[in-house]
């Protein structure tokens, strides 16, 4: 298959936000165009070839005459230019979302490995620590009191809580599909999160709690916008934005000292490392 053809069949076919497209539609496409430049075939070709597209087309004023060549100038531009790290870091992620999709389509045989390309600035490899039993126990009273004396879309608010309970990382939570909801006979529910590519990813069997919530959330759901199909919605029918998760958590911690005093404070990642249980799937 044509490596353009691929990339119009892997936009067009996924599940991938219109925005998100055509982000990936252009960072994809630089990445050919330098291919048919530079006589690099998109089928064969290593993380060298990728870090110096990278170098030729973003980052060689940024670097300042350092080569992009490996750890130590990835290392660099993470801690001198944080945001170009990311963007770099998102275009990485765009070539491996499109690179999966080739190796699906048996264009490749195995993927390289692109996080030794990535600067890791947008990741943090020590998890937030976990919040004890008696915090979780405070943290659950409430997010059971928090109700509409506190906020209008409280019902919304207590499902975010409560999905962050089982496990779903705030990105995940905003971007879940009401397509990917299911309701199991024995009236239990299971959702789908999306992958970092925003496909079909893990699945989430809900806890009671949760599934209590849902239940009384959906009626009260605003009617979407044309063409959006989100779970969580916020004003007119949109999508909410990635940082409420992080926002409610702080407005129901600071509803009780044990976790409005907390060092270090409680964030959603917190919530979601925590889970319901002890020993939580997956943490």
């Given at each position: 298959m044509?490596?353009?053809?691929?990339?119009?069949?892997?936009?067009?076919?996924g599940?991938?936000?219109?925005t998100s497209?055509?982000?990936?539609?252009i960072?994809?496409t630089s990445?050919?165009?330098?291919?048919?430049?530079?006589k690099?075939?998109?089928w064969?070709?290593?993380?060298?070839?990728?870090?110096?597209?990278?170098?030729?087309r973003y980052?060689?004023?940024?670097l300042?005459?350092?080569p992009f060549d490996g750890?130590?100038a990835l290392a660099?531009?993470?801690e001198?230019?944080?945001?170009i790290a990311?963007s770099?870091?998102?275009?990485?992620t765009a070539?491996?979302?499109?690179?999966t999709?080739?190796?699906?389509a048996?264009l490749?045989?195995q993927?390289p490995?692109?996080?030794l390309?990535?600067?890791?600035?947008?990741r943090?490899?020590?998890?937030?620590k976990r919040?004890?039993?008696?915090e979780?126990?405070?943290?659950?009273?409430c997010i059971?009191?928090w109700?509409?004396d506190q906020?209008?879309h409280y019902?919304r608010?207590r499902?975010?809580?409560?999905?962050l309970?089982e496990g779903?990382r705030?990105g995940e939570?905003v971007r879940l599909?009401m397509r990917?909801?299911?309701?199991?006979?024995?009236?239990t529910y299971?959702v789908?999160?999306p992958d970092?590519f925003e496909n079909?990813?893990k699945k989430?069997?809900l806890?009671?709690?949760?599934?209590?919530?849902?239940?009384?959330y959906l009626?009260h759901?605003?009617t979407?916008?044309?063409?959006?199909?989100h779970?969580?919605?916020?004003?007119?029918?949109?999508p909410?934005v990635?940082?409420?998760?992080?926002?409610l958590?702080?407005q129901i911690?600071a509803?009780?000292?044990?976790?409005?005093?907390?060092?270090?404070p409680?964030?959603a990642?917190t919530?979601?490392?925590?889970?319901y249980w002890d020993t939580?799937?997956?943490?």
């Open positions: 044509d490596p353009r053809t691929l990339l119009d069949t892997w936009l067009t076919s599940t991938l936000r219109p497209q055509a982000t990936y539609r960072e994809v990445w050919l165009d330098w291919c048919d430049e530079n690099v075939d998109p064969a070709f290593g993380l060298d070839h990728i870090a110096q597209w990278a170098e030729d980052l060689r004023d940024i300042d005459g350092r750890p130590g660099w531009l993470a001198h230019h944080p945001d990311k770099h870091d998102k275009r990485i070539l491996t979302g499109y690179y999709a080739a190796k699906d048996g490749l045989r993927l490995e692109f996080n390309i990535r600067s890791g600035v947008d943090d490899a020590t998890p937030p919040l004890t039993p008696m979780r126990a405070v943290l659950l009273t059971g009191m109700g509409k906020a209008r019902l608010d499902l975010i809580a409560y999905l309970l779903l705030p939570i599909d990917h909801l299911y309701e199991l006979p024995d009236f299971e789908r999160a970092d079909v990813g989430f069997t806890e009671p709690l949760t599934v209590a919530a849902l239940k009384a009626p759901r605003p979407p916008e044309d063409g959006v199909h779970l969580i919605l916020g004003q007119g029918g949109r909410i990635s940082r409420y998760p992080n926002m958590v702080q911690c509803s009780h000292p044990l976790l409005a005093d907390r060092t270090p409680v964030t990642d919530i979601a490392h925590t889970g939580p799937a997956g943490g």
